[in-house]
């Protein structure tokens, strides 16, 4: 991912200014990667290495929503409803 990337996704979902770090960023920069790693899988199948590291980061962003969705529902709905997720 590049940086102008990131910056984009940072902008578009952060809570204030400041804002780097947060779940609804971090679901948003995982989404894109996992979409991307997604790309690449279809392309070469037999590159295992990579499926875990999806597999790895499909739980990281699970666990991510999860807390979100406990938290503050509001926020989660707006999170998934941005970024077509299924709930």
């Excluded at 200014?17 to 070469?44: M, P, W």
Aim: aromatic share 6%.
């Amino acid at each position: 991912m590049e940086a102008a990337q990131k910056t984009e996704y940072t902008k578009e979902f952060k809570l204030h200014e400041k804002d780097t770090g947060s779940a609804d960023v971090q679901i948003a920069l995982l989404t894109h990667r996992i979409n991307d790693l997604t790309k690449h899988l279809q392309k070469f199948k037999k590159d295992h290495s990579s499926r875990r590291g999806l597999l790895m980061m499909v739980a990281q962003r699970k666990k991510l929503q999860d807390y979100l969705k406990k938290s503050d529902s509001s926020r989660y709905d707006k999170v998934i409803q941005k970024l077509n997720l299924r709930k």
